[in-house]
């Protein structure tokens, strides 16, 4: 399926530093993907009651990979009934070592079958391999080993309270990390002892759908584990859903707002992880190669389709003229093309919609007045792609730097002092993550604690690990995900 003709594109680069790479494509004549898949639901491939499939696209060739089920509220219905028996029945009252043992037996299988995942990820969504392989797979292997060992240590993990499961838990995960996101949400929920329907995203429901397969291999106990594709009506039928206990969310802040509006009032509890605008801020004194390929790491790859991507950039002012060469130069080396093939950096664009949108924004940023630079290599002719773009000569209050763009695009700005920095990080609705680059540690510390976000790494950037807790402030959610903190909800402690 690995397209030549993408191979021979990135090879048309001219790299200003005179290298070359031949094609390195990870082959996928092993991948086996049906020609459309039902829902899973009590254990089984269930079709959609109305009868409708929507294809889903290998966005790097705009050419259709499957088809899947188009869910409505029956489906919901259905799938949330087969939740609550097999809660009531079985999962709740399962001893916590026994759910422990199915967790790891999934945790193992997607380490046998990684690969396969992979590919199939990179395939759906438009990711390089690089990062399939090498990032989201890997930890979604453990994320289930991570909770498998909580399944039975829960009163160890909230000692002198009493632990109980919340019940069926409604799950809506985004594109950007479709299986990673799935195992964020199914791994703790499993082990605190509730039961899930999952609606994975509309462009990215393949490696979800091969997740359901694992299920059967662990010989899941039915209804433990039920996904339901379709898009946002899909969705909107699960958060609505009577007998659904919780709702866990990743996606829009827009979405976001409007589940919480739906379920005020309702004692469904929910969790959000929305969007984030998050600032790498770089010192002075900071090693600057590092902190270039850190930015870099932050926001072009995987083309930017990361909540906390590093979308901001804050340089201090007597080293920005050198770090914004820098980045420049680095912009210039990076490979933009086939995601299959292992020398990308920079994939397709997940849909035709998000790439209307990260050109909406580059012509919004053209309109406020701010430089645009864009690397001059090659794009593939079909497909979705976007180069890696920089704005500068930004102000604080230009929607290119309030706003979330989802793209390989990042805005500069500069500051003179630490109050400074510290101020326009924290100057936008959002608060999920952040960066600081520094030779001195009393500054990581000011800066880490004064800062409103979930997340902030010092030297290094989107590093992630199932025992550290994620989530935002302001507008970028409520609630953790990972961690101890992860299975608070879902968890009744009395
Ligand atoms: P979205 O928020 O519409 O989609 C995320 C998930 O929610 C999908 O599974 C979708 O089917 C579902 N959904 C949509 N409407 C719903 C509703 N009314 N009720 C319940 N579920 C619903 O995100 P979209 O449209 O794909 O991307 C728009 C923007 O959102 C992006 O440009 C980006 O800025 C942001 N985004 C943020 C993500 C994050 O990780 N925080 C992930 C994806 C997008
Ligand atoms: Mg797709």
New binding site residues.
């Given amino acids: 399926m690995t397209s030549k003709k993408q191979g021979k594109e990135s090879r048309k680069l001219d790299f200003s530093t005179g290298w070359d790479y031949a094609p390195a494509p990870q082959s996928s004549a092993d991948i086996t993907l049906a020609k459309r898949y039902k829902h899973f639901i009590n254990g089984k491939f269930v079709a959609p009651a109305n009868g409708k499939y929507f294809s889903t696209i290998n966005p790097a060739t705009a050419r259709p990979l499957a088809k899947v089920a188009a869910g409505n509220a029956r489906d919901i219905d259905k799938a949330v009934k087969a939740a609550r028996a097999a809660y009531r029945n079985v999962w709740s009252k399962m001893a916590p070592a026994e759910r422990g043992k199915y967790l790891f037996r999934v945790a193992r299988i997607i380490q046998e079958r990684s690969r396969e995942f992979a590919v199939i990820e990179s395939l759906d969504g438009g990711k390089p391999i690089r990062e399939s392989r090498d990032v989201d797979i890997p930890l979604v292997a453990a994320h289930f080993f991570y909770n498998a060992g909580w399944a039975d240590k829960l009163n160890y993990a909230f000692p002198t309270r009493s632990v109980k499961p919340v019940g069926v838990a409604g799950q ?5 990390f479709p299986l990673l996101m799935a195992a964020w949400k199914i791994a703790p929920a499993l082990a605190c002892g509730n039961t899930v329907v999952l ?5 990215t429901p393949l490696t979800a759908m091969k997740l359901a397969e694992v299920m059967q291999d662990a010989d899941l106990p039915p209804g433990v584990v039920n996904i339901v594709t ?7 039928a ?2 609505q859903h009577p007998d659904v206990d919780k709702i866990a ?8 707002k ?2 919480q509006r739906q379920l005020a009032g309702t004692g469904k509890r929910y969790s959000l ?4 605008k998050a600032a790498n801020i770089v010192f002075a004194d900071a090693a600057i190669d590092q902190a270039v390929e850190g930015i870099v790491n932050g926001i072009f790859f995987n083309q930017g ?3 906390c991507a590093g979308s901001r950039l804050l340089v201090q002012e007597s080293v920005a003229e050198e770090v914004i060469r820098k980045l420049k130069d680095r912009m210039e080396t990076l490979i933009v093309g086939d995601p299959l093939d292992k020398n990308t950096d920079i994939g397709a664009i997940n849909s035709k ?2 790439l209307e ?1 990260i050109n909406a924004y580059l012509k919004i940023g053209a309109e406020e007045g701010v430089q645009v630079y864009q690397s001059s290599c090659a794009v593939p002719d079909t497909g979705f792609w976007c180069r890696p773009t920089l704005f500068t000569g930004v102000a604080q209050s230009n929607r290119v730097v309030q706003e ?3 793209g390989p695009v990042l805005a500069v700005q500069t500051f003179r002092t630490v109050n400074e920095a510290i101020a326009k990080s924290n100057n936008t609705p959002y608060g999920l993550s952040g960066g600081v680059w520094t030779d001195k540690g009393a500054k990581i510390f000011k800066v880490t604690r004064d800062i409103r976000a979930g997340v902030i790494w010092a030297n290094t950037f989107n590093k992630f690990d199932p025992t550290s807790p994620f989530g935002g402030y302001k507008e970028s959610g409520i609630g953790r995900e990972g961690g101890l903190h992860g299975l608070e909800p879902y968890v009744t402690l009395n």
């Fill in positions: 809506i995960i985004p594109w950007n609606k994975p995203a509309e462009t379709g898009a946002g009506d899909t969705g909107a699960l958060v969310f990743t996606g829009s802040t827009q979405v976001g409007q589940i992880e929305l969007g984030g389709h990361v909540c919609e998000q949108r979330e763009i989802f």
